[in-house]
């Protein structure tokens, strides 16, 4: 979709804006999804933290992937303090996610997209 | 992730069910940086009905994403009419960018993203 | 701001359409809420069904909020098929936060936003 | 909601955390109204910027009131990073409809809007 873009995109590195619109759709979904089966295993009640980051990282993911797929007129703070925003959010999930991959593969696959997202969110950041 | 769910899915068709989270979330981006395209473009005047299709298109398909990446402890109901409401806002968004796909080719890719999204919500209705 | 659109907003009820569109905000900060609150509690394994209802009804409210806050050139189809997919949602989550209303007071709260929202979603779709 | 919460909500100062999450659920409601309010003016070719601000914000106000929502095991670099961004993202849509509020109520309206919510959340950043 970036390259049907009627207007010019800016100096924006296109290639890592690209890749960190998909991250954010990825982690939205995939944090979903692992609060989900968090809430669905035996211990559920052990697993708080992992469904509150998840819910979290979720909302920031889907705000971020929509705000980053407008080129139109946008404001440089906004999207630099969404990409913070994103990064700890997907930092937070991933750590508490990684604490119990080896028990639940849902935490291990979540625990990886929001590594790569954080990733792509802080390079774009060095990129703007 | 539908493989890592610690529960039982139920009956429903996996495959379909697959293919429609992720038909669910492209569309929510596509139809975001669509309405943002048609925005930056000079006709926007002649776009409005599309950027209002755009919108509330990528508002549905974004809950119904989320609705479907859940598998525990549903409500048949909800799934099945926000299901008929994301196939219904995927046709009038495919049905409007359609008529300017000539003119704007993220009018373009955003009818085929509209109508992948709706066919895979339909095909899951079927098999609910 | 519905006194404030700039075009003609149709032969819909306003005042309905106002107090649906607040419903529909106010419900889903409510279930957000109480997705959140049965997750503190000792029982949480006994309120799976309680926090998926929450988060279903949250994420389809939002998207009917949205929607219904746009005057602008919609799809009298899909302004139907949302509301009856809140409608569905408001239901399911209402009747199961009502089965531990003595219980919980969150869910108490919880039952009686999601009732109002259904009833303001049946009485905007019987003025269509 | 916050009186039901079965947990300890913590040091947070509750009335300033009710005023937050209020605030920007009505932040994200009128900048949802206002965007759709700028496409319907005849001069909307000029309001490209409001629309796009009015998108971003929210988006932004819809994660942190949900995020505000959850007192669970939750984050604190999360809370503080998508309050920047939220006071960011009400900033630049409040001073972008505050250049055009003596011609548009509607952006009277959001403007005022999104300075509270800048407000609620700039004082809640005070207060963590």
Redesign the interface.
């Known amino acids: ?7 010019d995109v800016g100096d924006i590195d296109q290639e890592k804006l690209a890749a960190c ?1 998909a991250a954010c ?2 982690c ?3 944090c ?6 968090c ?4 211990m ?2 052990d697993l ?2 992992c ?3 998840n ?6 993911c ?2 971020t ?3 980053l ?7 440089g ?2 999207v ?3 990409l ?2 994103c990064a ?2 997907c ?2 999930c991933g750590d508490e996610c990684a604490k119990h991959s080896d028990m ?3 935490c ?3 625990a990886e997209a929001c590594r790569r997202c954080e990733n792509a969110c802080r390079e774009l950041l060095a990129a703007l």
């Open positions: 979709m970036l390259k049907a873009y009627p207007g619109i759709f990825e939205a979904q995939v979903t999804a692992c609060a989900d089966a809430l669905a295993e035996d559920v009640a708080r933290a469904i509150r980051n819910l979290d990282c979720a909302d920031v889907a705000a992937g929509a705000i797929s407008r080129q139109t007129a946008g404001d703070n906004v630099r303090t969404i913070e925003a700890a959010a930092k937070a639940h593969q849902h291990e696959v979540c």
